[in-house]
């Protein structure tokens, strides 16, 4: 079983940062990919930003500049910090991590974490 539990989210002003953290556990022989999505109400849900297991990350046009990732391998944990916030970013927030179970494992694995409600207010 693999678990992702998010925090860090809350109601902000815009114009202020908030830190999410998504830590990670159970069996995973190799994390591919860890990432932030996010979903408003009525909208479909929407990649934020995402790093590879070689650090190499991207980002949504909405956030860029904006927005950073980071994973510290040794706490098997992942964070977005968001900075300049904007009403428009009021969403809840899911971590995401596509990994390899086992090195046997034939395909990979996709695994969300609960959401965090990060409402931004003008």
């Known amino acids: 079983q693999v678990q992702l539990v998010e925090s860090g989210g809350g109601l902000v002003q815009a114009g202020g940062s908030l830190r999410l953290s998504c830590a990670t556990s159970?069996?995973?022989?190799?994390?591919?990919?860890m990432g932030w999505y996010r979903q408003a109400p009525g909208k479909h849900r929407e990649l934020v930003a995402r790093?590879?297991?070689?650090?190499?990350?991207n980002y949504a046009d909405s956030v860029t500049g904006r927005f950073t990732i980071e994973k510290n391998n040794a706490k098997n944990t992942v964070y977005l910090q968001m900075n300049n916030l904007k009403p428009e970013d009021t969403a809840v927030y899911y971590c995401?991590?596509?990994?390899?179970?086992?090195?046997?494992?034939?395909?990979?694995?996709?695994?969300w974490g609960q959401g965090t409600q990060v409402p931004v207010s003008s």
């Open positions: 995401h991590a596509n990994v390899r179970r086992t090195a046997c494992a034939p395909t990979p694995s996709e695994h």
């Open positions: 159970g069996s995973i022989f190799y994390t591919i990919t």
């Open positions: 790093v590879t297991s070689g650090d190499s990350s």
